[in-house]
């Protein structure tokens, strides 16, 4: 294992590197800058405003400046919050968008398992197929569609939850449920999949004939086969969760990551867009490894191989 993941951490530096540079380049391609949309400022002190942040120096000279704080995990400070580091902004709201996550998570997996196996026990009858569809349907909206109807069905008319803000409990269900509905879909459907396969074995035939109770062949002898597929889906959608509450946030105006991302895009914030990237890519990779070795320690037929 160690050396597995030794691997797959030398991997990770040139994939961040690759990341790095192609943001930083396309960010300065974009037309504008940080301070192109100030208001009346004169030129001499948007002049001493670029001297100050090292936007006047030659392009390259930027770039290997970035660099070379980046190797001491320095993002650099933000162009629109006066004062303060993207490292600080990082840090702030991270555990909101974290936070959201783990709700979406924990509703897409307690609804998508749930339907998932009910299909799979029930193949081929109402009980299969009115999830399969609603799960089809879940898959076909997404999350910038899905949060304005919740917010205006349990929120505005039926008053049912708060529509904004990030104070109480009920601020949290309705951008939780807008995003953990949508990988509830693609989960049910994996754990259908999953369990109808593992359902087709002999040794389940053979338990069955010897009389072991249904439901101990389901939640004992079934359902650690049937949800690899779902586990090897939770690295990405996890990554998707936290990454896709980009638009949840501005939705519900969550104090997240994602606002700050969003925010930083229109304003030209060039460490706060370079710095969020290169957090969500390290981020996902690590996802991805967990997921990796929590597969090979649940499938007797996989190795940790580099």
Same mark, same amino acid.
């Given at each position: 294992?160690?050396? #597995? ?5 030398? *991997? ?22 940080? #301070? ?21 120096? *030659? !392009? ?28 600080? &902004? ?16 924990? @509703? %897409? !997996? ?16 109402? #009980?299969?197929?009115?999830? /399969?569809? @609603? ?14 109807? &919740? ?29 953990? !509905?949508?990988? %509830? %879909?693609?989960?049910?459907? &994996?754990?259908?999949?999953? /369990?109808?396969?593992? &359902?087709? *074995? ?13 439901? $101990? ?33 501005? $939705? ?8 700050? #991302? ?9 460490? /706060? ?7 969500? %890519? ?12 929590? *597969? ?11």
């Amino acid at each position: 294992m160690f050396k #597995f993941i030794s691997s797959r951490v030398l *991997q990770t530096i040139p994939v961040l590197f690759i990341i790095a540079t192609m943001t930083f380049f396309m960010v300065r391609a974009a037309p504008g800058g940080p #301070f192109s949309q100030e208001k009346k400022i004169s030129p001499l002190i948007k002049e001493k405003m670029n001297e100050h942040y090292g936007l006047n120096d *030659q !392009l390259h000279v930027q770039y290997f400046n970035y660099l070379k704080n980046l190797t001491h995990l320095d993002l650099g400070p933000s162009f629109k919050h006066e004062g303060r580091t993207v490292n600080e &902004l990082i840090k702030d709201s991270f555990p909101v968008s974290m936070e959201l996550g783990l709700y979406g998570l924990l @509703i %897409a !997996l307690v609804i998508g398992i749930s339907a998932g196996l009910i299909a799979s026990v029930k193949k081929n009858s109402f #009980f299969d197929y009115t999830p /399969m569809s @609603i799960a089809m349907i879940g898959i076909c909206l997404p999350t910038f569609v899905m949060g304005p109807i &919740l917010a205006l069905v349990f929120g505005l008319h039926l008053r049912w939850f708060n529509v904004s803000g990030w104070f109480t409990m009920a601020d949290r269900v309705l951008p939780a449920m807008t995003l953990g !509905l949508y990988y %509830a %879909a693609y989960i049910a459907r &994996l754990t259908r999949g999953g /369990m109808l396969e593992v &359902l087709s *074995q002999d040794f389940i035939r053979t338990a069955r004939a010897k009389g072991v109770p249904e439901h $101990i062949i389901l939640f004992k002898h079934c359902l650690k086969g049937g949800l690899l597929p779902v586990i090897s889906f939770l690295g990405p959608a996890f990554a998707g969760l936290i990454s896709g509450s980009f638009v949840v946030e501005t $939705i519900f105006q969550i104090p997240g990551l994602g606002r700050h #991302f969003i925010n930083a895009a229109f304003n030209r914030d060039y460490t /706060m867009v370079l710095g969020t990237v290169l957090f969500y %890519a390290t981020l996902i990779i690590l996802m991805n490894l967990i997921v990796d070795i929590i *597969q090979v320690l649940l499938n007797p037929k996989l190795k940790f191989e580099s």
